[in-house]
């Protein structure tokens, strides 16, 4: 897949990679963490402690040849030179084999991954690339806490519901909704209802986890963009009867978890 190189050598070069001591005194070299966010609506990009890299890619989305639709890349070369562009925008310098955490959506299918995989290794060449599913890595940036949790992620193109215990997804549903959508034809009814019934899907009828009355008598933890539109989460709340609580910074919130977890990767590489 030809793509546009990386760019390197710049003064914002403190997400290098990190350095600790062995039990001996000597010097380990650790990848430092990059966590990536290929979204349909935009890409993200945060490097160590660093402020998120965002570029917007929904003009390209509504075109006849979109980079990531419905939460899958469609063009992997586009991907990554708007990555790579986006980096040289910035006049970000790599780190040399990085470790790299990516969000991935719920059901994705191993082709799905295989294509953002070889986009990754195109644009950052890393030493480790792990995946983390979009709901828990935005459930961990929104601090909503341990326990059970019902998670919903309402992006630009795609709406995730997952039952979350200790961060961890036991169940989820997935629709190819989201708030894009609502500038096409769609209601802020018609998201509202799909959602409910998502969460319906997932807490009601035969073969539903235990856990499932549990997380919806907490209520549900709305991310992502539908999470800045408090008339979708009143018509959420309505329709399916339980409360519905706002997470903080939901746009970034699955780029932050996944930062946390490339963190906590680069720490501790056995827990992988």
Not at 172 to 198: C, I
Request: overall charge positive.
């Amino acid at each position: 897949m030809p793509v546009a190189q990386a760019p390197t050598g710049h003064p914002l070069d403190t997400a290098g990679n990190s350095s600790a001591h062995s039990a001996n005194g000597a010097s380990v070299t650790r990848p430092s963490p990059i966590a990536v966010d290929l979204g349909s609506g935009q890409l993200r990009m945060r490097l160590g402690g660093h402020e998120p890299l965002t570029t917007l890619i929904t003009d390209r989305s509504a075109r006849r040849y979109p980079l990531v639709k419905r939460g899958r890349v469609v063009d992997g070369s586009g991907c990554a030179t708007a990555l790579t562009q986006l980096l040289r925008q910035h006049q970000v310098r790599l780190p040399s084999r990085p470790l790299v955490v990516a969000c991935r959506p719920l059901l994705a299918t191993p082709a799905d991954q295989d294509l953002t995989r070889r986009v990754l290794d195109a644009v950052f060449a890393p030493a480790r690339l792990l995946f983390i599913d979009t709901v828990r890595a935005a459930a961990i940036g929104a601090g909503a806490g341990a326990g059970t949790l019902l998670v919903a992620d309402v992006g630009a193109q795609i709406t995730e519901v997952a039952i979350l215990r200790d961060s961890k997804v036991i169940a989820g549903r997935r629709a190819n909704l989201g708030t894009g959508d609502l500038a096409h034809g769609a209601t802020v009814d018609m998201l509202a209802d799909r959602l409910a019934r998502l969460v319906r899907e997932l807490t009601q009828g035969a073969g539903v986890v235990p856990a499932a009355a549990t997380a919806l008598a907490r209520g549900i933890v709305l991310v992502g963009d539908g999470a800045t539109r408090p008339d979708l989460r009143d018509r959420l709340a309505a329709m399916a009867g339980a409360p519905v609580h706002r997470a903080a910074g939901p746009r970034t919130a699955a780029l932050t978890g996944a930062s946390l977890a490339a963190a906590a990767a680069a720490r501790h590489p056995a827990a992988d």
